[in-house]
C-alpha cells in the first residue's frame, strides 16, 4: 500500500512535443505529491509538487495533473526541449509521522531535435 | 550547489576496507537521509534521522553504519562491502514535521571492487 507506481519506465519525445508520466497509488492518507528531476551525475532536484486539495499546478512548462478519485498524478511537460532529457521520480507522503517520501520507479526521458 | 554536499564524489574501495561517506547540510533542515540508487531500481531509502535520532532502519545490512552528529552533518560508514553494493549514495535533508520536499545531494559513486 505503499508502492507509487510510475510509467512509462522510458520516453521518447521529440523537440516541442509534450511529455506525459504518469503515476498511481494506493495508500488514501497521502497527500503530497512532488516530482523530482535527476541528471547524469547529480542527485534529484525537487521540480514541481502539489497537494491534493487542488487538481492542477503548473510552473511554466511543467504541469501537475491531480485526480484524487483515481489515486492517479501526472506531469506534463510542455514544449518539451532536449535539455529536459533527464530522468523524472514522482513520490509521496503523508502527514504525520514525519517526512517520509514513498518514489516511484522512475521515467527516463529523452527529448529529440 | 544544492544546499546539500557529500564527500567524496567517486569511491573505489575493496572488499576488505573500511570507509565513510559524508554529508553536510546548512539549509536549517531538522531531518537527514541516505538512499541507495542502483541502475534500473527504485530509490531505495536506508536510514532516517530527525533531530539526530535514527527514526528508521530500513533492514539494511550491518555492513553499512550511519552516524548522525548533529543536524548538521551525516556519515555512512562502510566496512567489508560487497561487490552488489556498488550504487549512487544519495543523501538529503528537509524539515522533518509537515511534508516538504527533499534537498538531494549530489551522491557519492561507490565501486567495490
Known amino acids: 500500500q505503499q508502492q507509487v507506481k510510475q510509467s512509462p519506465q522510458s520516453l521518447i519525445v521529440q523537440k516541442g512535443g509534450i511529455s506525459i508520466i504518469n503515476c498511481a497509488y494506493e495508500n488514501t492518507a497521502f497527500d503530497y505529491f512532488p516530482w523530482y528531476q535527476q541528471f547524469p551525475g547529480k542527485g534529484p532536484a525537487l521540480l514541481i509538487a502539489i497537494r491534493p486539495d487542488v487538481s492542477e499546478k503548473k510552473e511554466g512548462r511543467f504541469t501537475i495533473s491531480f485526480n484524487k478519485s483515481a489515486k492517479q498524478f501526472s506531469l506534463h511537460i510542455m514544449d518539451s526541449q532536449p535539455g529536459d532529457s533527464a530522468t523524472y521520480f514522482c513520490a509521496a507522503s503523508m502527514t504525520g509521522g514525519g517526512n517520509k517520501l514513498t518514489f516511484g520507479t522512475g521515467t527516463q526521458l529523452k527529448v529529440e531535435l | 550547489e544544492t544546499g546539500v554536499t557529500q564527500t567524496p564524489r567517486h569511491l573505489v574501495m575493496g572488499m576488505t576496507n573500511k570507509k565513510s561517506l559524508k554529508c553536510e547540510q546548512h539549509?536549517?533542515?531538522?531531518?537527514m537521509y541516505w538512499y541507495k540508487q542502483s541502475a534500473k531500481k527504485p530509490l531505495e531509502l536506508m536510514f532516517v534521522?530527525?533531530?539526530?535520532?535514527?527514526?528508521e532502519n530500513n533492514s539494511v545490512p550491518s555492513r553499512f553504519s550511519p552516524e548522525c552528529p548533529n543536524s548538521s552533518h551525516l556519515f555512512l560508514h562502510l566496512h567489508t562491502l560487497q561487490p552488489e553494493d556498488s550504487a549512487l549514495y544519495l543523501c538529503a535533508s528537509s524539515r522533518w514535521q509537515g511534508n516538504y520536499g527533499y534537498t538531494f545531494g549530489s551522491g557519492t559513486r561507490l565501486t567495490v571492487v
Open positions: 539549509l536549517g533542515h531538522n531531518a
Open positions: 534521522y530527525s533531530l539526530e535520532e535514527r527514526v
